[in-house]
């Protein structure tokens, strides 16, 4: 098994910026890809961010150029570097690291961003 716990959201001010962090600790061989994901209410969760084992990331387009995915190995800890945020993207974000063989998901319990205008 695998324990995410976020840190990190909170309320800012539009163009302000935040610090997401997800420690991981449990059994954590075979994880290939960790990333962060968001769900604003009444819509459907999204991919935000990821990055492989290999160290490439992938963004979505909505956050290209504001938010940047990193880690630290070490720590088993990844992290979500917002700027420039704005009300669109107010949400709960989720960590989650994805075990490719066996193929398992892990999510942790979320962590509230909100962006005020």
């Known amino acids: 098994q695998v324990q995410l716990v976020e840190s990190g959201g909170g309320l800012v001010q539009a163009g302000g910026s935040l610090r997401l962090s997800c420690a991981a600790s449990?059994?954590?061989?075979?994880?290939?890809?960790m990333g962060w994901y968001r769900q604003a209410p009444g819509k459907q969760r999204e991919l935000v961010a990821t990055i492989e084992r290999g160290g490439s990331t992938n963004y979505a387009d909505s956050v290209k150029g504001r938010f940047t995915i990193s880690r630290d190995s070490a720590k088993n800890t990844i992290f979500l570097q917002m700027y420039g945020l704005k009300p669109e993207d107010t949400a709960v974000y989720y960590c989650?690291?994805?075990?490719?063989?066996?193929?398992?998901?892990?999510w942790g319990q979320g962590t509230q961003v909100t962006v005020s205008s």
């Open positions: 449990g059994r954590l061989f075979s994880i290939n890809v």
């Open positions: 989650n690291f994805l075990r490719t063989v066996p193929r398992a998901d892990y």
